[in-house]
């Protein structure tokens, strides 16, 4: 933790810097966007109701393992519950919702992630506020020692993460196939006729395809994946599955940060999008 | 021709200020031009370094209006010229005079790193065979030109003063890449866990947005030689893997 010997300009106060442009726009849209993600979705996990309709499940809820719902007034555990109604055996002071079980793993992931770390430090930390702006405190231990060299969990979080990808990719599925009281519920289809059950496609089918597709980006575009892939090796003409997955990945990744926006922004619009049905406020549409 | 006032940074070690400059911009100048021109007209004994005037020596590195910039570099028709424009040495080096800086600390970092130690040589003749794919990765930090502004904004260098525990954005692409050659035998990754302090990094990304070389440090070096850190001492399972597997 030594500091230097050299004799260097005096450190700059918080936010000194000769920067003309608008430095702090970027950890401000970052400071609000996260911000906002993070209370909407401590709001939407608290709920414990509403995260499911017809097909659809809100993939703030997924895996379904326990169905809350009938807690709050539902008839019957709803189809997407994986081991059924939310049993006796959790402590009463745990609440009863399935996203604080699940959420953990995309929480943790985005957290540990390398392109959020950047970010948030940036934005919620000021550690730098921007690049040659000045900081608020004198010391810094960056994750070299410990609370943050638990950031170097990110690749089980990676691992967790992508079988999420596949859950997800299984509720997308689910998503097609309509029960008999979708149109009882709300459900309208868009060019009239009678609403089946079984196959179709709904406005909801299609967000929750979207949000799998964007989760996949950002997924398998993760350092760690490339790490995996081929950067973890000095021969890539000898990777064992070519040297495809390592530029796929790479290719992921050199966007990473867009998929991580985008991928953000979706799964809180997935969820809401879910919750508005459920609620009753918007009507589903399906295609056919 | 428009006149544009420039603040530049006069002073040495113990202290100094900006001064105001006038001079005209005619167009296609650079920073560096206006600088000499400063120098012609109404400061004769301005210290500033330079040498090739084409982005390649790498001796003209300053900040303009705040960000680490080679000033030959930096046109003038991309900045605003309403205002006056800021000239200062860059600020994590110890400053000789104006905007001239001692940077000799990046050169002995350079010598602790250690060197390239090759394989075995593949032919009889003390030669090496290597395929392009596996130098593909490298290449991209051999484009360095050593002007250390990504050493400069690097704020663990810059606010922090950690100049004796890390080494900086440009040793770290340099280690990645004697760490990345296919033809490198030699282990820096304890090195760079410990002395080199490649934990201190967290990953703002701020030398890759200056580096005028456009090389993607923090992506392509940093991050992954921090996955081979991890790889190393972090992950309880890779451990476990390799307490059954034989060292190569
Ligand atoms: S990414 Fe790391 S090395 Fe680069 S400027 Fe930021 S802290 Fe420094
Ligand atoms: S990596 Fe880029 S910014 Fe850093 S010294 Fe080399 S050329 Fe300059
Ligand atoms: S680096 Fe962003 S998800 Fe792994
Ligand atoms: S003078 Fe050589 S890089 Fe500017």
Redesign the interface.
Known sequence: ?????????Q??GLGQ?????AWWLQPLVVFLGLGAFVVYSTWAAFQGANYEFGPYLSPMYSPLLFDAGTLFGQASVGHHTWFGAWPAWIPAFIPASPALIILTIPAGFRFTC?YY??AY??AFWA??LN??V??PR????????WP??IQ?IH?YMFYLAALYIVVLTYDAVIATQFQDDWAAKGGKMLFGGEARAGFGIGVGTLVMTLNVILLGGYTFGC??A??FSG??S????KLPMG?KPYECISCL??NHMKWAWTSLIWVGFTDFYIRMLAAGVWTDWRLF | MPQVTFKVWRGN?DGGQFTDYQTDVTEGMVVLDAVHQIQAESAPDLACRWNCKAGKCGSCSA?V????RLMCMTRMEDL?TD?PV?I?PM?????IRDLVCDVS?NFEIKTKIKKFKPRKPDAEDGTWRM?Q??V??VQEFRKCIECFLCQN?C???????????FIGPRFIAYTAAL????L?TEDRLADLKDDN?L????????CT??CPEHITL??NAI??L???V??EY??PIKKLFRMFKPKK
């Open positions: 933790m030594s500091q230097s010997s050299l004799s260097l300009p450190q700059r810097t000769q920067r003309r442009d390398y770390r950047g430090y940036k550690d730098p690049c040659a000045g900081e004198n010391g810094y231990r960056g994750e070299n020692f943050l060299l170097n690749r350092h760690c490339r790490h950067g973890n000095d021969h890539h003409s040297k990744n050199r | 070690k900040e209006n705040g960000m680490p605003p205002q800021t200062e600020q994590a080096f110890p400053l600390w395929v794919d596996d593909d990765r904004v704020h663990v260098l810059r606010d922090h003063h950690k100049h004796e525990t760490e990345m050659h296919p490198d302090g934990g201190y990094c967290n990953i703002t990304k701020c947005k200056v923090t992506d991050i992954p921090k996955e081979r991890v790889d972090y992950d």
